[in-house]
C-alpha cells in the first residue's frame, strides 16, 4: 500500500479483486450461513476495519512505513489494555510489564534519532503518528469483534462476509475522498498489485481468525507482532526510508511487550 500513488482506492480495489477469487472456493467448501447473533458482530467489525482502513491510508501518506507500521499495530493491544483496565479486568503483573516495553516501543520508534529523545511530544506529532495511532484503535476494535465472530461462523467463511462488509461499508468513503476515476485509474495501472496486494490481505487475515478459533488472542498477537520487524526491515530496504538505531530498538522493543504480555495470558 505505501509504495501506491492512490492508497485508500488501491486498498479498496484489492479488497474487491479478493472477494471476486476467494468467493467460489469458500461457497463450495464452506457453509456461508450466518446465524443472527453474528449481524451485529459482523457490523462493528466492518465498522472498525473501514475506519482502520481510512487511517491507516492517512498514515502512509504523511509517514513513513517505518514509523507507521510499529505504531499502528504495536499499539492495538495497548487500547486493549487499557480498556480492560477500565472495565474492571485488570492485567497480571507480566502484562503491565508488557505494556509498559509496549509504550516504550511505540515512543522509541516515533523518534527520527537518539537526538530527539528529550523532545516526546514534538516527535509523536511527527506526519502519520496520530493517524498510525487511531488506526490502533481499530485494530482493536475489529480484532475483539472477530474474536468472538469465528465462535459463530466458521473462519473462512466469517472471513469472506467480513471483506464483503468493510467493501460495501467503505464504498461511501472511497467514492467521497478518492472518486470513482481515480480507483479506475488505479486498477489500470496497478491491476497485478492490486490483484495480489488483495489477495495476500484475505489469506494471511484467514490465517489469523483460523488462529483465534484455536488459540487465546494474546498467543495470537503475538505472533503477529513480529511483522513489526519485517515491515521495519522491509521500508528500509525496499522503500529506502531511513530506519536508523532508534527505530530499530523500538520496533525490538515493541515486539518483545507484546511476547511478555501473551506469555502473562
Known sequence: MKGSGNKLAYHWAGLVAA???YAIPVALTTPLALPRA???V???SALCEVGYM???TRAYTRGEMSLVYPMSRGSAPLWIAAGGLVMG???PWAGYLGVALLVMGIYVVSLPSWGNVHQPLRSL???GAGWALAAGICIAGYSSFDKVGVTLVPPAAYNLWTFIAMTVAALPAVW????PSRVVATVRAERWRVVLGGLFVMGTYFLVLWALARAPASYVTAVRSFSILFGAVWAARVLHERFGTAR??????AVAGLVVIAVAG
Open 42 to 44: 459482523l457490523a462493528g
Open 89 to 91: 479486568v485488570p492485567l
Open 19 to 21: 472477494i471476486v477469487i
Open 54 to 56: 481510512v487511517c491507516i
Open 248 to 253: 530499530a530498538v523500538g520496533a525490538a522493543l
Open 176 to 179: 467521497r475522498l478518492e472518486g
Open 38 to 40: 453474528a449481524w451485529p
Open 125 to 127: 506529532a511527527q506526519p
